[in-house]
């Protein structure tokens, strides 16, 4: 079973549309929990971070965090033909500084 | 804040010579760097850890002497890829933590293309 699960199939939304992304992961010792979004080569960009269970919220972006679950959530409301990226799913322990990583979402936004 | 440069942002090379590539955190000092490696379509490929003042730390199937670090201060680091071959044809990315909280910061990457 891999550290961290994304399910990295494709996903188009018309403009406007709740983009929802998720991940799950297996390492109980994971603590901080990050989204990156990605654009075409380009490198990736800190969307949210959070620490520990709980949920974050960032103008149309929201994070959340179920740790008893292994489950983390990343929305984007109102979503805009700019957020056509790929998003990328990232945590790691504490004291441990090395990231893993979902294998990433490709988000379309149709005008 | 957290702006992590990378230069070049492309080369071409022939086959046979050395690039190097710098990553630099602009406004923050970075005691922990590290060298990604993506190929089209996938995720990111951790090469190395690299610390201030000691040895990189390579993942298991990365060549050091193949691919040389060195992290001589606080905001540069730098990944030269020796007698580079096509297959080392790829898009590198550096990035760096700000803190001790584990929030990494990535450079905008470079796309290096041997010939």
């Known amino acids: 079973q891999k550290e961290v699960e994304q399910d990295p199939g494709p996903l188009s939304v018309p403009e406007g549309a709740i983009v929802s992304l998720n991940c799950t992961y297996s390492?109980?010792?994971?603590?901080?929990f990050m989204w990156y979004r990605q654009y075409s080569r380009k490198g990736p960009e800190l969307l949210m971070y959070?620490?520990?269970?709980g949920n974050k919220e960032d103008g149309r972006f929201t994070a959340q965090v179920d740790k008893s679950s292994k489950y983390i959530s990343l929305f984007i409301r109102d979503s805009q033909p700019s957020d056509s990226a790929t998003y990328l799913c990232?945590?790691?322990?504490?004291?441990?500084?090395?990231?893993?990583f979902g294998k990433g979402n490709q988000v379309v936004v149709i005008p | 804040g957290a702006v992590v440069s990378q230069h070049p942002s492309w080369v071409i090379c022939k086959s046979g010579t050395s690039v190097k590539i710098e990553c630099r955190s602009l406004d923050f000092q970075a005691t922990t760097m590290f060298w990604y490696r993506q190929f089209p379509k996938q995720s990111l490929m951790l090469m190395a850890t690299s610390n201030e003042g000691s040895k990189a730390t390579y993942e298991q199937g990365v060549e050091k002497d193949k691919f040389l670090i060195n992290h001589a201060s606080l905001t540069l680091s730098t990944l030269t890829v020796t007698s580079a071959h096509p297959e080392d044809s790829s898009f590198y990315i550096c990035s760096a933590n700000r803190d001790s909280n584990n929030e990494q910061f990535f450079g905008p990457g470079t796309r290096l293309t041997v010939l």
């Open positions: 990232a945590m790691s322990g504490s004291g441990n500084n090395r990231l893993a």
């Open positions: 390492n109980s010792a994971f603590q901080y």
């Open positions: 959070t620490y520990s269970s």
